[in-house]
Nanobody, 116 residues
Framework: QVQLVESGGALVQPGDSLRLSCEAS????????MSWHRQGPGRQRELVAF???????YYDTAVKGRFTISRDNDKNTAFLQMNRLRPEDTAIYSC??????????WGEGTRVTVSS
């Protein structure tokens, strides 16, 4: 059974940093592209960043320069380092593992709230 479990969400102040983790089990982690998505209040879910199985990177323009995605294949874990957080970063952050349009899995998400 495939599981993706996110952790690290919290209530923080603007300008703070957080590191989210997504631990995967039940799949061949190193062969999957890993991505982080978020859904803010009243908004649709959006792609934040991804790291491919071969190390390719992508960032949404809203987070580029502030967020860093990475992966540790030995630990079956993907990370999202979030710096200089803003109130508009408030959202539920979910990770996704994907190998094709038919072979993908989602975690349940972790809540990040940025507020003073």
């Amino acid at each position: 059974q495939v599981q993706l479990v996110e952790s690290g969400g919290a209530l923080v102040q603007p300008g703070d940093s957080l590191r989210l983790s997504c631990e995967a089990s039940g799949l061949d982690f190193s062969h999957y592209d890993m991505s982080w998505h978020r859904q803010g209040p009243g908004r649709q879910r959006e792609l934040v960043a991804f790291v491919t199985s071969t190390g390719g990177l992508y960032y949404d323009t809203a987070v580029k320069g502030r967020f860093t995605i990475s992966r540790d294949n030995d630990k079956n874990t993907a990370f999202l380092q979030m710096n200089r957080l803003r109130p508009e970063d408030t959202a539920i952050y979910s990770c996704k593992a994907a190998r094709s349009s038919l072979d993908f899995y989602w975690g349940e998400g972790t809540r990040v709230t940025v507020s003073s």
